[in-house]
């Protein structure tokens, strides 16, 4: 007796369960408990101890006194010093600012390679991934060899004749070299997003469009950009959202009047040794990106 298609596609499948239960159970062992950890410390009070911090939940026996030792005086705390607000504030305004230069830079980079010929397109993917060969934290510490005042950009635009022999390039420890660290590491993040939309593009869309007498900007405008959305969205949520928690550039690329978020929890982790404080300061900054995750998610699934 022959069994239909709709017949095997509503017998269960282990396997089918098993593919959809693995990505569950990663998150549940790589964000979920982490993020409880974190939550539990941040409703904890700072000691002089090792962990720093006084221990809230001892077992579910004492599951009553658990309750009543919650302390949210960590986040009381963040709303009346307004260094953490700054701080968010800030990260918000550089993440949202780096991630429109990225999409500007990498926009017409992205469609430049799904524009070429077919046989240099896997070069040219490479060379946008070549960065990623050479460590992260190397290639910061080049840009300090480039923008620091007696750096290589200065040698150059000397040679040049574009500054005297005894001006120097003021960029090193400003935002500005914040901002140039951030473009310079995620480009490959916004491009390859980008150039996965746009080389799925049917070519025959413009070439209609031309035959109506179309100009290419308009073309551009009413079919290339609607049609690469969904890469735009993928390219601005995976950069912005490590962006708004980055350390490692605005600690060496910039100076002390650049404020982020990142670098205040570095400082409450291992400066001041206030684990509960920074806990709070972490939950509240991975509240503040649900919002830009949850608008990724759904774009995934659209796409």
Request: hydrophobic share 55%.
């Amino acid at each position: 007796m022959a069994v239909t298609e709709a017949e095997l596609s509503s017998k269960p499948n282990p396997a089918r369960w098993l593919v959809v239960l693995v990505p569950y159970v990663w998150l549940l062992l790589f964000f979920l408990a982490p993020f409880l950890i974190i939550l539990k410390i941040s409703l904890s009070d700072t000691a002089i101890a090792m962990p720093p911090y006084t221990p809230v939940f001892d077992g579910f026996a004492s599951f009553g006194t658990f309750l009543s030792g919650l302390d949210f005086d960590n986040y009381v705390f963040l709303t009346e010093d307004p260094l953490y607000m700054d701080a968010y504030l800030s990260s918000l305004r550089i993440a949202i600012i780096s991630t429109i230069l990225l999409l500007l830079i990498g926009y017409p980079m992205a469609l430049g390679m799904a524009r070429a010929p077919t046989t240099i397109r896997p070069t040219l993917v490479m060379l946008v991934i070549l960065p990623f060969w050479t460590s992260f934290l190397i290639r910061v510490y080049a840009w300090i060899g480039i923008l620091k005042p007696e750096g290589l950009l200065t040698l150059i635009l000397q040679t040049v004749g574009f500054l005297g022999p005894d001006e120097q390039v003021q960029i090193f420890r400003t935002e500005a070299a914040v901002f140039i660290g951030i473009v310079y590491s995620y480009l490959p993040f916004m491009v390859l997003p980008l150039y996965s939309a746009l080389e799925k593009l049917d070519g025959t869309l413009l070439e209609a469009a031309s035959d109506l007498g179309c100009p290419p900007w308009k073309s551009f405008w009413l079919i290339t950009f609607p049609l690469s959305i969904p890469g735009v969205i993928a390219g601005a949520m995976i950069c912005f959202i490590p962006i708004t928690g980055e350390f490692v550039i605005p600690d060496l690329l910039g100076g002390a009047g650049t404020l982020m978020i990142g670098k205040t929890l570095w400082t409450e982790f291992f400066g001041n040794r206030d684990w509960p404080l920074a806990s709070a300061v972490a939950v509240l900054l991975l509240l503040a990106l649900v919002v830009p995750i949850a608008i990724f998610q759904n774009q995934q699934q659209k796409a």
